[in-house]
Structure formats: C-alpha cells, structure tokens
C-alpha cells in the first residue's frame, strides 16, 4: 500500500489529467492513493498531515537521500507489504516534526509542488513496470 | 540564448500545454527554443542533433553533475551571453560523440524524456524568477 499525503488539490488541470494517467497505470501492481489535505493555515496543515499518517512516514524533500531509480525501486519493494506513507510539502514546506522523519529526495533543485507529484508518481511506475526499474 | 535540442515531438499534450506555458513565462526574460529534431535511425537522429549545435553543448543526463536550483542558476546565467544548447536525449539515450559533451544532471532518477523537458522548463523559470531562485 501506498499512500501519498500532500496538501491541496493538484493544479493545473494538465498535471491533474498526468496524476489520474499514473495511478491508473500504477494500481495494475498495487494499491496507491493520494490523500489530500485541506487546511486552513500552516500550522493546520501540519497537524492534519501527522493525523493523516497511518503508515511509515518518508518525507520527499530537497535535502533527503538521492536514490537513483534502481534504488528507489528496491526501497519502494523492500516497504510496500508494510504500507508507506509519503509526504510532499505545500509551497511553504513542512514543519519541524514532520521534517524528522526519513527523508529521501528526487532531485538536489527545487521544484514546484504540483510537478514532483507527477515526477514522484512516474517514478512509482517505473519501480514496477519491468520494461523501466533496472 | 538558450536552446533545448531533442528528438520527436512533446507528448502527451498535457505535456505540450506545460511546455508551451513555461516558454512563455521564460520568454519574458530571455531567448528561448526548442529544436525538436525528426530522425529516420538512432545513427540520423545522432548525426541531426550534431548539425543543429550552434551554441556551447550540455547534454541533459542522468550521470551528469548534479546541480541545486541556486547553483543551476549561477551556471546559466553565467553562460546565457554566449548561447548555450542543452541536449535531452530520446528513449533511446544519445550516441558516444554526444556523451562527450559536459553533463549535467537534474536527478539521479532516470525519468521519462518527454517529463524531462518539463522539468528542465520549470528549472529554467525558476533560474529567472527571483521569487524562487535561490
């Protein structure tokens, strides 16, 4: 089980089309689902992502472990049975005790929120589909 | 000057929609274009992308130095004057005389080529946008 936690609705419309693509293709292999949260401030969206958790925690952020995508392939399959939760910050980041847990990053730059859903999705894909992972 | 040299077409066309989005956006700052090149043969689309080369070449490519946001930045606009032509590779990857030029590399992550250019797009914008470029 994978569940992917992240704050608002994903924009635009195009993104939005990509991420329906993905988890479509992805939930032939597993079971994936995309929480979002709605909040009404930083701190209310801190709190909703902790209570939102109910699997091991793993952060996507600039600074985590850089995998490569035979890598991220091995630690997606290693975790899957158990369930993981993954969190993507908003446009403002994440607080301070979510920045604890397990962090692992796709990239040194910084991109927009809404595309690293899409990248982080297609990265799932190919930890699946054979033709991809190696 | 920048230029982005890459085979085929970008797909789908919620791709394309982005794609066309952050040239826009970038075109208030600079001179961009993309040269999508048509190739019969892995050997034509090597040789095509080889003649399109006007300006210094990158190749975009997964064993490439890894740059942050910032640093990406320092580099681009350090080199904009003189022109430069990122080189993003199809499905099939790039021939020798092509891996010869410097790297750079957006993630250790290998991602689908076409996701590619959007990545590299928003990376440019951001490189521009005080907003986000340090």
């Not at 635009?12 to 990509?18: A, N, T």
């Not at 607080?95 to 297609?122: A, D, P, Q, V, Y």
Request: hydrophobic share 40%; net charge positive.
């Amino acid at each position: 089980m994978i569940r992917i936690i992240c704050p608002g609705k994903t924009e635009p419309k195009e993104l939005k089309i990509l991420q329906d693509y993905y988890l479509m293709l992805i939930k032939k292999w597993t079971k994936i689902e995309i929480i979002e949260i709605k909040a009404k401030s930083y701190k209310d969206e801190c709190e909703k992502i902790l209570k939102a958790i109910k699997y091991k925690p793993i952060l996507l952020d600039v600074e985590g472990e850089l995998f490569s995508t035979e890598e991220f392939t091995k630690f997606l399959l290693n975790n899957l049975n158990f369930g993981i939760d993954f969190i993507i910050g908003g446009p403002f980041g994440v607080c301070e005790e979510i920045k604890k847990f397990k962090k692992i990053s796709l990239s040194r730059m910084t991109f927009n929120h809404n595309l690293i859903r899409i990248m982080f999705l297609e990265q799932i894909y190919r930890a699946f589909n054979p033709k991809f992972n190696k």
